[in-house]
């Protein structure tokens, strides 16, 4: 067994695809083992800001023989059939050949037994391949190689079993040097192994590992924060990106001038994140403390002195930028700015961020009429001033602080408190792991919003299309999803959908005053409504509900979503039951038989049957148990209790399986086959009140 080393050392690569990168090269790595028949026992992947690591243990010294088999042609063949033969098998005489009789005659079949080869054979071709497969978000063309690279390649170490193995790489070099940190580590290093190449990287300050360069970094910040007696606030998403960043990591901390202090804390925290990567540190109350923690790539000799007094003076430049932008930025109101918004293109299409304002008014008044608790004017007042914050210094700035700077600004300007808080929320849930606003206001612009934006897109045609979805229109979806589930809105979506307004601009200025508003066509709303339920089945799959029993109520137009729920946890309830069970294979050898019949006639069987048709004691109890059955779900099903609904149908259980047992349908009697095909029909009919049970699976 062989041990393979792997190292791509390059300029440096960016850090969000770093990690991903490590773990694709490493599957490809592995399944091409695997294929070749010479499988790795373990592989391990790594990688830091310039360089991609694999190294595999336990690889077989060499494939194993094999042998195939091929059939030659019938004995008696003229001879050209049989020199063609052996020239394609790499025989000489035909006498290497066995005859077989196949039970169709005699022929010649060819047994060739194929010698293993040395893996370091066949690793080159292999790791090649892999290394032209490794997709890369982006990535670009050097001069020393004829593919694509996400940077340009330095060189690469590639040893099987301490030997190199000569990768075909154009002019890159291949053999088994190396470099350590950029700064930490002169000149090359020359390694015989795996072991051998983890120590010398570790001696040259390079930590390869970047789960350990996670942790190394996570403990230094700790420890630097207890030092002050603060903590360091949790960002799980910067760590990753820190880790990426360097090789070396040396954890430091610097202080914020009291003048800094003074900004929101959003703000602050946004100018050292976003731009400089530095962690907020906080006092024991929660409130943000006068210190920051930023990661080094670096060891000096006044440990790290003069690197934190550069990024003291970075941030104070930051620092000073944003509190120019918030003292400007107050001068105008936030009502003021509005007007702006008409310069500030939405969509070619879909006009100006303020028509989409506009847009917003109409159907946050429909939303108000659904929302516990919310005020139809203070609802109107956010939809105006929600955006207005898109023309200030600060968020041309900071992106990121859109809503929030809002919402500050707007208690500047002494508007109401709820108006202010649903100003900052409104662009709430960001991602599945955000918070979801409850405050009542928030939640009708947030819906407001992101509907305005669905029904936008779909009534033009810009829908998501496999992994391509530029306007982030399954995020709306899964917003607007967790919007009404999280807070109990009685939400019909279909007619909401129907209120949101959207801008045709066909043969119309951009973004003119008085430009016509018009109901969003139908189709559009159910077309959007179909997106909807594809968009609940990712969202209540992490919570085992099964997408067939979503599918199977949404199937007869049910646009409540927690209506929905509640009818699908309530058939998935009963479908675990022997009853539920039993009665979906009636089900299911209804439709079937009825479907079978209505093809072969070309008639439908779905009228009402016949009561003085029904001779067999078995089928008058089934249409009797129906009737009764039917009448009992309907009731149910209008008091929204679905449990009752399904215990309803438990009771035709019995009666369906008589009815299969002893009545015969398709009788020679074409009065009596009809009207016990109409009979069938009814069991689809009276179970389909609760779900479509063709949806289901199982």
């Known amino acids: 067994m062989g041990e393979l ?24 790595i592995g399944r091409k083992l695997a294929a070749a028949q010479i499988p790795a026992e373990s592989l391990n992947g790594y990688v830091t800001p310039r360089r991609l690591t694999v190294i595999g243990n336990g690889i077989p010294d060499r494939q194993p023989e094999h042998s195939e088999e091929r059939r030659g042609p019938r004995v008696g063949a003229p001879p050209a059939a049989l020199d063609g033969f052996l020239r394609a098998a790499g025989l000489v005489s035909i006498e290497q050949c066995e005859i077989r009789d196949i039970g169709r005659g005699e022929f010649y079949f060819a047994v060739l037994n194929h010698p293993g080869r040395a893996a370091a054979e066949v690793l080159p071709e292999l790791l090649r391949a892999a290394i032209d497969e490794l997709a890369w978000p982006k990535s670009m063309r050097f001069p020393a190689a004829g593919f694509r690279w996400v940077r340009p390649l330095v060189s690469v170490i590639c040893l099987f079993n301490g030997a190199i193995v000569r990768l075909p790489l154009d002019r890159i070099p291949v053999g088994r040097t190396t470099r350590g940190h950029r700064f930490l580590s002169e000149g090359e290093i020359a390694v015989d192994n795996g072991t051998d190449y ?89 409130t943000p403390a006068p210190r920051f923690l930023f990661v080094a790539n670096n060891l000096t000799a006044d440990d790290g002195k003069a690197i934190i007094a550069g990024n003291e003076r970075v941030l104070r430049a930051r620092i000073d930028d944003a509190r120019f932008f918030w003292d400007q930025d107050r001068k105008v109101r936030l009502e003021d700015r509005v007007v702006l918004l008409r310069e500030r293109v939405f969509h070619q299409k879909l006009g100006s961020v303020y028509d989409k304002v506009v847009r917003m008014g109409p159907l946050a008044d429909f939303l108000v009429e659904h929302i516990p608790g919310a005020d139809q004017a203070r609802s109107r007042r956010v939809v105006m001033l929600a955006k207005a914050d898109l023309s200030t210094g600060m968020v041309g700035e900071f992106p990121e602080l859109q809503g929030v700077i809002g919402r500050y600004y707007a208690l500047d300007d002494s508007e109401d408190a709820r108006v202010a808080q649903a100003i900052g929320e409104h662009y709430k849930p960001a991602g599945p792991s955000d918070v979801c606003p409850t405050a009542p206001e928030s939640v009708v612009v947030a819906l407001a919003d992101k509907i305005d934006v669905l029904v936008g897109f779909f009534a033009i045609g810009e829908k998501p299309t496999g992994s391509r979805d530029p306007f982030a229109l399954r995020r709306a979806a899964l917003g607007v999803i967790r919007l009404i589930l999280e807070n109990q809105l009685r939400l019909p979506l279909l ?138 779900v309907e009731t149910q099903l209008s008091q929204e209790f679905f449990e009752g609904a399904m215990i309803a149908l438990s009771q035709l259980r019995r009666s369906v399986d008589e009815f299969f047992d002893k009545v015969t349908v398709n009788t020679g009697e074409p009065r009596l086959r009809e009207n016990r095909l109409r009979l069938l029909s009814a069991i689809r009919v009276t179970m389909n009140q609760v779900a479509d049970f063709s949806q289901i699976e199982g």
Request: aromatic share 4%.
């Open 198 to 286: 983890l120590d010398r990287l570790e001696a040259a300050s390079v930590i390869l590992d970047q789960d350990r360069r996670r942790a190394v970094i996570a403990a230094d910040a700790d420890r630097l924060a207890a030092a002050k007696g603060l903590t360091v606030k949790p960002d799980l998403g910067l760590l990753d990106e820190v880790i990426g960043l360097v090789e070396c990591p040396v954890v430091l901390m610097g202080a914020i001038d009291d003048a800094g202090m003074v900004l929101p804390p959003e703000v602050l925290a946004t100018a050292m994140r976003t731009h400089q990567k530095y962690f907020s540190c906080l006092n024991p109350d929660g």
């Open 495 to 632: 007619k909401t959908f129907q209120q949101a307004y959207w801008l045709p601009l066909e043969n119309q200025v951009l973004g003119a005053t008085g430009t016509p508003l018009v109901l969003a066509g139908d189709a559009t709303a159910r077309e959007l409504l179909a997106f909807f339920a594809e968009r609940l089945k990712v969202h209540l799959r992490e919570q085992g509900i099964r997408n067939d029993l979503i599918a199977a109520v949404f199937a007869l137009a049910e646009d409540d979503l927690i209506r929905l729920t509640a009818r699908v946890d309530a058939l998935g309830k009963f479908l675990r039951t022997d009853d539920g069970t039993n009665l979906l294979v009636g089900y299911r050898r209804a439709s079937n038989i009825v479907a079978i019949e209505e093809q072969r006639d070309n008639v439908r069987y779905d009228g009402q049957m016949a009561f003085d048709q029904l001779e067999q004691p078995e089928e008058r109890t089934l249409a009797e148990s129906l009737v009764r059955v039917s009448e009992r």
């Open 5 to 28: 080393l792997l190292e791509l050392l390059s300029e440096e690569i960016p850090a969000r695809m770093q990690r991903r990168a490590a773990e694709d090269l490493t599957g490809l």
